[in-house]
């Protein structure tokens, strides 16, 4: 089974700093790696994807993230943050190999506070 | 808006009462998922449908626990006899094989 670890669960940045929230899996198997954010109260909306291909992946708001198959790593990243960018972030995993079951198993979270 | 919608957005029940909440999915999704989560924490999986069927159950779904997807359309998520550590966001997801899109959430407070 898979598991996800997000080293960092408080991120605080300046605006227009740049930031990384890191995040490892465990994995036997082939992965589709996903970062998701959710704003307080609310549901959680996708950031990017990784299902294949190239390993540097970009996605909505300027965030872009590399998967790191030897290092088991997808970390997120953002050169420049505003103030509408804090927020949770989960980094989560499926197994699209195990059964054609893609449930996800997510990461603690990690909160981004952007301070002006 | 053709996202995932749940319904209710909140519900505060007492201790014991039974409570539904609704999910509907992206139509053209086939797999529905229900993922808990509490406060401060990565959602958890529930249970998960593909189509009527519900494919899989989690060790976290007590027999309080039922879910339904009556005809592969809506599906509902049932708590009986509620208790305060069911308080938690109850979160829906339609899948379209790969990439699962969330619906807003019904937060549940027991009191």
């Known amino acids: 089974a898979q598991s996800v670890t997000q080293l960092d669960s408080q991120v605080p940045v300046f605006e227009e700093a740049p930031v990384e929230l890191r995040c490892n899996y465990s994995s036997s198997v082939s992965v589709y790696l996903f970062w998701y954010v959710q704003y307080p109260n609310q549901g959680l909306q996708l950031l990017l994807k990784?299902?294949?291909?190239?390993?540097l992946v970009k996605g909505i708001n300027g965030f872009e993230a590399e998967f790191n198959k030897s290092q088991t790593s997808f970390h997120l990243r953002k050169p420049s943050v505003h103030i509408s960018d804090t927020a949770e972030y989960f980094c989560a995993v499926s197994e699209p190999s195990n059964a054609n079951d893609y449930k996800l198993s997510f990461g603690a979270g990690t909160t981004v506070t952007v301070r002006a | 808006d053709t996202g995932v919608s749940q319904d209710p957005r909140h519900k505060i029940t007492k201790r014991g009462q039974n409570v539904t909440f609704r999910c509907d999915p992206i139509?053209?999704?086939?797999?529905l998922y229900w993922y808990r989560q509490t406060l401060g924490q990565g959602p958890e999986f529930l249970t998960y449908?593909?189509?009527?069927?519900?494919?899989?159950k989690s060790r976290l779904l007590s027999d309080r626990f039922s879910a339904e997807r009556p005809k592969g359309s809506f599906s509902t998520l049932e708590i009986q006899r509620t208790e305060q550590g069911d308080s938690a966001m109850y979160l829906c997801?339609?899948?379209?094989?790969?990439?699962?899109?969330f619906g807003q959430g019904t937060r549940l407070t027991v009191v």
């Open positions: 997801a339609s899948s379209d094989r790969m990439v699962a899109f």
């Open positions: 449908f593909q189509n009527e069927a519900q494919l899989e």
């Open positions: 139509s053209e999704h086939n797999r």
């Open positions: 990784y299902l294949s291909g190239s390993t």
